[in-house]
């Protein structure tokens, strides 16, 4: 295993605070702040408020728009815990015409691109 950094914000304890040869997810309080380890990185990371511990990311849906349309990225969850919808243009060289979105589906002509 590399050599473990720290990471979070505001004064952080020195490495040497830490106990060695951490266990992935094992947790440690120092000064009132609760730092979790995370092996693949590795690394001790701020847990709580301030050092994002606890936030979640999730991939929702991803849809394929008509080429030339432009990708858009929304958040249908929380700041706190994302849910990330993605919508990606296809390839190719067909100019689209203007569609209507609606329902989760674009139409363009009545043609149903989704």
Do not use: K
């Amino acid at each position: 295993m590399d050599s473990p950094s720290v990471m979070g914000f505001g004064q952080l304890p020195p490495l040497s605070a830490f106990p060695p040869n951490p266990s992935d997810g094992q947790t440690v309080v120092i000064h009132g702040r609760t730092y979790r380890f995370v092996l693949s990185i590795p690394a001790w990371f701020l847990d709580g408020p301030g050092g994002g511990g606890g936030a979640t990311v999730t991939v929702g849906t991803t849809t394929t728009l008509p080429p030339g349309f432009p990708a858009n990225v929304t958040n249908t969850g929380t700041p706190q815990h994302a849910i990330l919808n993605f919508f990606i243009p296809g390839g190719g060289s067909v100019t689209p015409t203007p569609g209507v979105w609606g329902g989760g589906d674009l139409w363009n002509g009545g043609q149903n691109w989704s």
